[in-house]
């Protein structure tokens, strides 16, 4: 939540933005408070990569004002919002293929988190550590499987020193076993005080890991609560009528193919 | 014994041509930008040599001293302004740009250098050479370029694997919105990998200047083709490949030229269709699975 002096961590106000006539940002507005974690669903093409391409930088909004820690970022590119503080992670993994695991994440530790030399060195040997990927370090990332690619996805994010992290669909396509410890690893990240938004099909994930939810449905929220509350809301039901709210841990691999709307 | 000789003569030009050709290709990796202005590049940095040797009094030999620092910064400054620019509205108009860079070039040198040729002055270095058995001749000038060559294509593949800025370069050359978002300035590093490939083309200018005679339009004619086939003969992507292209372009031609004098570049343009008929991905590469 906002902290006493009123400055959110993240603060959306008014955003919007269109490809053509489908609105995939219809004058969202939202707040985040340092260390919150909130979930976010929603249908296909709901708008819910685009905002997070929104609050990262690859897109830019035709209007409406994102501020990180009270500060406009909403001009800013991608990679000057890495250096303040936003990590991201795409849907379908984007390793650097031909380098090694170490040095994808080493990039995100020098360029974003901005150390040097031995401090980068450990610094990524730790998030490997954490990740799960300590064994894989020396492979080159093109030869990982799918859950070591989320899970380098998810380092590379980290290593940028993210004071907000977005995950995209980073348990889509994993067993039950592997969500469960991806949940651990996302618990773990949040006992640093780093803000977390998490979209995911899999809701069972999500419930299990956020306290606040957020139902994104033709670029607006239809619902923010708690996981109960919102699962509840008729409004919210409606939305996923005939689609995936998918209860079990091993929900159906991520339907989005691509960067929605992109 | 002769066409030995032609082989080991083809064999040291094609370390020039592989010095042409590395900042073509460093380019079109990390960028995806085909500079048409490659050639020309060359030949403007022969001139520069020559200009700086006629207010400095150095030896030419010692002119890459100030012409390649100078060659970088304008590889920097020129992908930050005018490539950048072209790049933010599409690919194919970085052609147009760099087409119309190479045609303003080649005039502008006409318009104020006239068409004459010249050469860098080395003194007896340019005719220098040793002897192996009674048909083996080897210019000590070839052999240096050669060598210079290699060690520069050795440098930047260091560079490129070990270094901070080379694993950025990689990393932009394989995905620019992934490197961002690891907090990378893309065109910070463009700029980077730009200041490289005009170093090396610098380079590579000045060598031929003092192996031959240069004009105005030998940049388009010549140079950007023997570089464009060495890339292409050798395969995108890796510097190994692109000296095997070289080495193999040079080769080729010097063996033509043993067959008949007249046939030394004929013989290298229908090797190089050869390669694009039977392995269009290059010598060395491995066909990519997408």
Not at chain 1, 238 to 252: A, D, Q, R
């Amino acid at each position: 939540m906002p902290d006493a002096a009123g400055t959110a961590l993240l603060e959306l106000s008014g955003v919007t933005k269109s490809f053509g006539r489908v609105v995939v940002a219809d004058n969202l507005s939202l707040r985040l408070g340092a260390g919150d974690i909130v979930g976010i669903v929603g249908p296909n093409g709901a708008g819910k990569t685009s905002l997070f391409g929104l609050i990262a930088g690859d897109l830019a909004p035709e209007s409406g004002v994102i501020r990180l820690g009270g500060a406009e970022v909403t001009r800013l590119d991608p990679a000057a919002r890495c250096r303040l503080g936003i990590g991201r992670t795409y849907q379908v993994p984007r390793p650097f293929g031909g380098m090694t695991v170490f040095e994808n994440v080493l990039v995100a530790v020098q360029q974003g988190a901005g150390l040097r030399r031995r401090a980068s060195y450990a610094a990524a040997v730790g998030v490997l550590d954490r990740t799960g990927l300590s064994g894989e370090a020396n492979s080159p990332a093109e030869r990982l499987g799918l859950l070591q690619r989320k899970r380098l996805e998810l380092a590379r994010a980290l290593a940028s020193g993210p004071r907000l992290l977005l995950l995209d669909e980073v348990a889509g396509g994993l067993t039950d076993l592997e969500v469960e410890q991806l949940i651990g690893v996302v618990r773990s990240i949040r006992t640093e005080g780093i803000a977390i938004i998490w979209i995911e099909h899999v809701v069972r994930a999500l419930t299990a890991a956020v306290e606040r939810l957020l139902c994104l449905a033709g670029g607006s929220f239809v619902g923010d609560g708690t996981p109960a509350a919102v699962l509840a809301d008729p409004a919210v039901r409606e939305v996923f009528l005939g689609t995936e709210v998918t209860t079990s841990l091993s929900g159906p691999p991520a339907a989005e193919s691509g960067r929605e709307g992109a | 014994m002769i066409w030995v000789n032609a082989v080991l003569q083809g064999v040291l030009l094609g370390g020039l041509y592989a010095l042409f050709a590395c900042g073509l290709s460093l380019m079109f990796g990390v960028m995806k930008v085909i500079n048409l202005a490659h050639g020309d590049l060359a030949v403007v940095a022969a001139y520069t040599a020559l200009g700086v040797v006629a207010v400095t009094h150095l030896p030419a030999v010692w002119s890459f001293v100030l012409v390649v620092p100078i060659f970088a910064a304008l590889g920097y400054v020129v992908q930050r302004t005018l490539i950048q620019a072209a790049l933010n509205r599409s690919v194919l108009t970085t052609l147009l740009v760099t087409f119309g860079l190479s045609v303003v070039i080649e005039n502008s040198l006409l318009q104020f250098l006239s068409a004459n040729s010249h050469s860098l002055n080395i003194g007896s270095l340019v005719s220098d050479s040793f002897s192996i058995g009674s048909q083996i001749t080897i210019a000590y000038l070839d052999l240096a370029i050669f060598v210079i060559a290699v060690a520069v294509l050795l440098g930047l593949q260091h560079f490129l694997s070990a270094t901070k800025h080379g694993r950025l370069i990689r990393a932009v050359a394989d995905d620019r919105e992934a490197a961002q978002l690891a907090g990378a300035d893309y065109r910070h590093i463009f700029g980077i990998a730009a200041a490289i490939a005009f170093a090396t083309v610098a380079f590579a200018g000045l060598a031929f200047g003092m192996y031959s005679s240069f004009d105005p339009t030998i940049g388009t004619d010549q140079l950007l083709l023997f570089a464009f086939e060495a890339v292409v003969i050798g395969g995108l992507g890796s510097l190994w490949g692109t000296l095997v292209g070289g080495i193999m372009l040079g080769v080729v031609q010097q063996v033509g030229a043993q067959v008949s004098s007249t046939d030394q570049i004929l013989a290298g343009q229908l090797f190089f269709l050869l390669v694009l008929v039977i392995r269009p991905q290059g010598i060395t590469s491995r066909r990519r699975t997408a």
